[in-house]
């Protein structure tokens, strides 16, 4: 009997060590920009409190434009990294590399610009998340930016748990400035419904692609649906079964250390793979590329 109990515990043990995890990152702060609701400051606040109440080390990958350019924005920041998340790096202005308009030459030199900034907040890392997620359209970006990184010591921030969280967001926004009153619950059902879509289908990738489960990388944003629901989510993800790691632990896994061949990389990082094995179209990909899309049209059924 000893030696079954034994054996369970081992089992059980061996089958806590690979469960199913998820770090929580966070694009485009933090932004000054006023919302319906909540100030930036109040935002922010909330985001931080949200993180500290489930005890989650989260990172922040901070488009300096939007608010750490100035002192009222780079206080907001700062509060993140004195908190103990890791502070990473998004660009000045959020350009897309994939834009004809757009060159290596400027895109690297919004990343220096705003390492000056991110450089002095506590919790900084020399990590760097492409806007749009997107590497560029021409061999010569995709290769120009990976010699960049290299050269410069930058981890690609990938994302594997790609979310739609910032529709939501405009639609959130547009319905209470429409009506300041307005019955959001609706919105907030389908935020966590998307979260919990997404989160199911890029585990079911990650295994048909790696044959297990990875540490997911989830991709939120500095916005109000977060500033509101993020307590929500996070409690969703552990009702869910999934341990909350660190960016910094979830990055240590092999699935990060080698880019896909693709020429495009674009959105997960996971769909990236399946598109450099040939993977195409498989069932489901259609609620992974469309931007919310679903959700916003059921919210119009209301």
């Given at each position: ?200 289908a890029y585990r079911d990738l990650s295994r048909q692609l790696e044959g297990r489960?990875?540490p997911q990388v989830i991709l939120l944003h500095h916005n109000l649906i977060n ?76």
């Open positions: 009997m000893k030696k079954i109990c034994s054996a369970l515990a081992l089992y059980a043990a061996a089958m806590a060590a690979h469960a199913q995890s998820v770090a929580f990152t966070f694009d485009d702060g933090p932004r000054l920009a006023e919302t319906p609701l909540l100030s930036p400051q109040q935002r922010n606040q909330a985001l931080l409190d949200a993180l500290a109440a489930h005890k989650v080390s989260a990172a922040l990958f901070v488009t300096c434009g939007n608010g750490a350019d100035r002192p009222a924005g780079y206080a907001l920041a700062q509060a993140w990294g004195q908190a103990g998340h890791a502070i990473g790096n998004h660009t000045m202005t959020h350009l897309d590399l994939n834009s004809a308009k757009v060159t290596l030459a400027q895109y690297q030199q919004e990343i220096s610009d705003c390492d000056r900034i991110t450089a002095t907040l506590p919790g900084y890392q020399k990590w760097f998340r492409f806007t749009f997620l997107r590497e560029g359209n021409t061999p010569e970006k995709r290769d120009g930016m990976r010699a960049f990184l290299a050269q410069r010591g930058y981890r690609n921030a990938y994302v594997s748990l790609d979310t739609s969280d910032w529709r939501l967001d405009e639609k959130l926004n547009e319905v209470l400035r429409a009506n300041a009153g307005a019955d959001v619950a609706p919105i907030r059902k389908a935020y966590l419904s998307h979260l919990r879509q997404r989160a199911q489960d990875i500033a509101l629901w993020l307590n929500d989510a996070i409690q969703q993800f552990k009702d869910m079964g999934w341990t909350i790691i660190t960016p910094a632990q979830a990055f240590a896994d092999s699935v990060y250390q080698q880019p896909p061949d693709k020429l495009v990389a674009g959105q997960s990082l996971l769909l990236s793979i399946a598109r450099s094995k040939g993977l195409g179209k498989f069932p489901g990909w259609e609620r992974l590329v469309d931007d919310g899309d679903f959700e916003i049209e059921a919210l119009k059924a209301e």
